[in-house]
């Protein structure tokens, strides 16, 4: 073959595979013209790969993705789609960069048998293996079922789009969007595959590039230094006055609602955030605990906003109070109205090791709801009472006064200081960069035992 065939057949390779659609996923992803493919001309049999694969940059920041091409083949994983990808991971793993999965598949492809089998096993070992080392982004825009649901939903952070499927049955039952975002497992969804790939876009700027680097520290849009913050300010409200201007990015927003999880910008920096309200259920907690764990593995500081009664399940209060302790990113609490008995234990207090505590006045720290440990502890006072119903109340109200203030807490070293709702942001910023530069050596151990 002369030189000139050659050049012809790359530029005909090229423009078909540019023309399907992993390929245009994948550009759309990445900084124009940033995108450099990956083992192009790796063939599955007679049909080029049924994955593209490459690195480039989004938004200037050096990332590696794939995306299956549901153009060849349908997408179905093979031996040598596993291969590319593989090698994807090895250069992740080499150079501590973030890796990106693009997801539209029909399945495996059946006829490569045990073949197929070892395919999906080598990616799901090494998607597993980089955990916590580099920072992980599925994006399911089409079918993702069975052992590829397993691999997509082992990331970090999960995103789909309306069409996106991802379930563990074969033939995608119960693999909606909706149905993953209710379940926990996504943490994102899109109303179209641009929005999709957007939201991704915007989740590479606020992930450090592996576990060794700090947060990213961004340009701060115009933030504001005083908060309009009140004593009946509701969560949201709250975290958007704390937060840097449209900057908070809500995750598994419809998962375990009394906690609010996402990622935010705070005077410039990438902080993990988290709001505690009501009673905390059995969803809620696993949601938290798992963000704990994913900010802690990537050293995101940690703000946490506290005013929830108590827990409703005793393995999820006990699997979020070891990854509080676990964690040693940074942590600040924010009591904003109850916190009682294990909850305070378990996320504000001292078993939850945070470096750094504050309450607002109307905070509430208390062993037991107050209703309950005013009567308790003080029901002597109420024998003989003319007008039990009414001395009740007052009892109580002076319990919440003395006993359950965060004065009193403060007093006892329970919470580091109490402080205005409107200096919120201010104290905020203030204590984050204290923890800064916090470094904390634990024990030889392989991990803790928790529940899971």
Known sequence: MSKVDRAELL????????????YRRISALFDVGSFNEIDCFAKSGED??????????IEGIPVYAFSQNSDVEGGAMSSAQAAKIKKLYNLALKTGLPVIGIYDSIGGRLK??????????????????????????????????????????????????DKGELTVETNGEHGSAEEAARQGVCHLVAGSEPEAINSV?????????????????????????????????????????????DSFLELSEKFGESAVTGLAEIDGSTTGVIALTGVLDADACSKA?????????????????????????????????????????????VITGAAYGSVYIAVAGRGANADYTMAWPNAVVSPLAPETAAVFLWSDRLK?????????????????ETEASPFGAAAKGFVEDVILPEDTRLRIIAA????TGKRVSGLPKKHSNIQI
């Not at 003989?384 to 919440?400: F, T």
């Open 11 to 22: 530029r005909t390779a090229r423009d078909a595979g540019e023309n399907t659609t992993g």
């Open 432 to 435: 984050l960069q204290m923890i």
């Open 384 to 400: 003989g009472s003319a007008d039990p119903v009414e001395d009740r109340k007052k009892l109580i109200e002076e319990y919440q």
């Open 112 to 161: 490569e048998g045990s073949e197929m089998l070892a395919a999906y096993g080598d990616i799901l070992l090494n998607a597993n293996n980089l955990s916590g080392v580099v920072p992980q982004i599925s994006l399911v825009l089409g079918p993702c079922v069975g052992a590829s649901a397993m691999i997509a939903a082992s990331a970090d952070i999960v995103v789909m789009s």
């Open 289 to 333: 605990a798992r963000f704990v764990r994913f900010c802690d593995a990537f050293s995101l500081p940690l703000v946490t906003f506290v005013n929830s009664e108590k827990f409703s399940s005793l393995r999820e209060a006990s699997k979020l109070s070891s990854c509080y302790s676990e964690a040693t990113t940074g942590k600040v609490t």
């Open 201 to 245: 876009r915007k989740l590479v700027t606020l992930l450090p590039s592996n576990n060794l680097s700090g947060a990213p520290v961004l340009d701060i849009q115009g933030s504001s230094d005083t908060v309009a913050l009140t004593d009946d300010s509701d969560i949201k409200s709250i975290l958007t006055g704390v937060c840097d201007d």
């Open 48 to 57: 080029y790969t049924e994955a593209v694969a490459g690195y480039g940059t």
